[in-house]
T-cell receptor, first 112, second 112 residues
Framework: GQQLNQSPQSMFIQEGEDVSMNCTSS?????WLWYKQDPGEGPVLLIA???AGELTSNGRLTAQFGITRKDSFLNISASIPSDVGIYFC????????????WGLGTSLAVNP | EPEVTQTPSHQVTQMGQEVILRCVPI?????FYWYRQILGQKVEFLVS????????KSEIFDDQFSVERPDGSNFTLKIRSTKLEDSAMYFC??????????FGPGTRLTVL
């Protein structure tokens, strides 16, 4: 089945630094999504990308849908302590198949 | 803001027992999903449900699993005879159409 490779697996940064993480796939997706999960909670959608090449921002977060439709990155600028959590990418195909295929997650720790 | 709710937040059961996990999707949503996340691993798709029937299920969703929308608001996942390896966080999600899936906070299932 389709699989997503997400990297890095974990990051430990200083407050104020920028962060970048990415996902790649061997097959194409029609939609890329980035979620954040806090401990003991469900994933919360950060950014959704629907078109190849699309670059979308949500506050300090910026994500891009790769032109090949096989990759996406998420950038966080000027990190703050509340950015701590696990960030997941997820891919979705078109049509009736709406299931999300998930990456393994990037665990982010921010040192104040 | 509307949200997906799940009960209970934590369920402990003995191996072989039946469990029912409950979800209340966002009220005008039409598509419903169950995912699970084994501790420290990625989120995995279990099943999607639309128009009162399963639209897709994964290999994990075997005969021990079933889903039901017993009334206009609840969406349930039943595991008939739990196994140790069923221990995981179970997330319910809903979407209006082919767009964003919104996740509940999850039910932590512990099988002893």
């Amino acid at each position: 089945g389709q699989q997503l490779n997400q990297s890095p697996q974990s990051m430990f940064i200083q407050e104020g630094e920028d962060v970048s993480m990415n996902c790649t796939s061997s097959s194409i997706f029609n939609t890329w999504l980035w979620y954040k999960q806090d401990p003991g909670e469900g994933p919360v959608l950060l950014i959704a990308l629907y078109k190849a090449g699309e670059l979308t921002s949500n506050g300090r977060l910026t994500a891009q849908f790769g032109i090949t439709r096989k990759d996406s990155f998420l950038n966080i600028s000027a990190s703050i302590p509340s950015d701590v959590g696990i960030y997941f990418c997820a891919g979705q195909n078109a049509g009736n198949n709406r299931k999300l295929i998930w990456g393994l997650g990037t665990s982010l720790a921010v040192n104040p | 803001e509307p949200e997906v709710t799940q009960t209970p937040s934590h369920q402990v059961t003995q191996m072989g027992q039946e469990v029912i996990l409950r979800c209340v999707p966002i009220s005008n949503h039409l598509y419903f999903y169950w995912y699970r996340q084994i501790l420290g691993q990625k989120v995995e798709f279990l099943v999607s449900f639309y128009n009162n029937e399963i639209s897709e299920k994964s290999e994990i969703f075997d005969d021990q699993f079933s889903v039901e929308r017993p009334d206009g608001s609840n969406f349930t996942l039943k595991i008939r005879s739990t196994k140790l390896e069923d221990s995981a966080m179970y997330f319910c999600a809903s979407s209006f159409g082919t767009d964003t899936q919104y996740f509940g906070p999850g039910t932590r299932l512990t099988v002893l």
